[in-house]
């Protein structure tokens, strides 16, 4: 199948540059070889992905799946991982719709009720169904991650977002990127990354993650770097990583071929200009 075109933004001739600084050379550490900023129509550039996320919808609320962090919660953990978005979603109005978020049932009950529930197919819209993956697991998961949540739900809010991310992480069934996810999600914070498949690939690819690094060991070294690029190009972090995972996502295996595609971009090493962007932003 052959990879798509996608249409530059603007023609070349009229390319907006952030600070001049197509020519700049990106390296994340001295093992990776150099890439290039590049030019905002250049697909995969780190330039690229900024304007991506400038031409992402904005506004109050818009990257939130839920009503409320608790529900924000379920609707992410419900996600993620050898889950579709749209099934993932699905799942989440289900329980949702059932009253099984919002109410604080016994644990045992739960499991049982959601398993039960998410069982049965899912309707995706426009006739399409599915079955979830994960439907005795995940419910397990989210009644614990719940009914934990509750002892500090009330003062949830009066935490800072990284403190909020900390927190989350402590309960069952959430990691770094989950926890990251939810307060992405429901602050539209920017003192957070959600560093998944996608945003690790394009990273790479622009120039900005190191190929050694690994998740979830090297989350904060991803997360620093991609809140640093986000800055660089004075866009928000949380519309930036939208960008890369609505566009990378739909694209499936034709945008990893596009990413594996991007040696035009990248330069030999040169020991004079080869320096992390981080030191000179």
Same mark, same amino acid.
Request: aromatic share 8%.
């Given at each position: ?15 907006? #540059? ?16 150099? #890439? ?10 780190? +330039? ?35 889950? /579709?978005? /749209? ?5 989440? =109005? ?20 959601? +398993? ?33 949540? +509750? ?40 003192? #957070? ?86 030191? =000179?932003?």
């Amino acid at each position: 199948m052959p990879i798509p075109t996608l249409p530059a933004t603007r023609k070349p001739t009229e390319v907006a #540059v952030v600070d001049n600084c197509a020519s700049r050379v990106l390296n994340a550490c001295t093992c990776c070889t150099p #890439v290039l900023w590049g030019e905002d129509w250049q697909l995969g550039t780190a +330039s690229f992905w900024i304007q991506q996320a400038l031409e992402f919808p904005t506004g109050a609320g818009c990257h939130r799946l839920g009503n409320s962090l608790r529900q924000e919660i379920a609707a992410c953990m419900l996600g993620g991982y050898g889950i /579709p978005g /749209p099934v993932g979603n699905a799942a989440f =109005e289900v329980l949702r719709d059932a009253g099984l978020i919002d109410s604080h049932l016994d644990e045992n009950l739960m499991v049982t009720t959601m +398993s039960s529930l998410l069982a049965a197919p899912l309707h995706l819209g426009a006739g399409r169904w599915a079955r979830y993956r994960f439907h005795q697991q995940r419910p397990r998961r989210l009644a614990a991650a719940l009914s934990t949540f +509750s002892a500090w739900e009330e003062v949830a809010e009066e935490l800072s977002d990284t403190e909020l991310r900390d927190n989350l992480m402590g309960l069952p069934g959430i990691g770094p990127k989950t926890a990251s996810w939810v307060v992405r999600n429901h602050r539209a914070s920017d003192a #957070v990354a959600v560093i998944d498949v996608h945003i690790r690939r394009a990273g790479i690819a622009a120039g900005l993650f190191c190929r050694s690094w690994n998740l979830p060991r090297d989350y904060q070294k991803f997360e620093d770097a991609f809140l640093t690029w986000a800055s660089y190009g004075s866009v928000s972090a949380a519309d930036l990583d939208a960008a890369i995972w609505r566009l990378l996502s739909s694209l499936g295996s034709q945008g990893r071929a596009i990413l594996s595609n991007n040696a035009i971009f990248s330069r030999p090493a040169d020991a004079n200009r080869s320096t992390c962007m981080s030191s =000179e932003s």
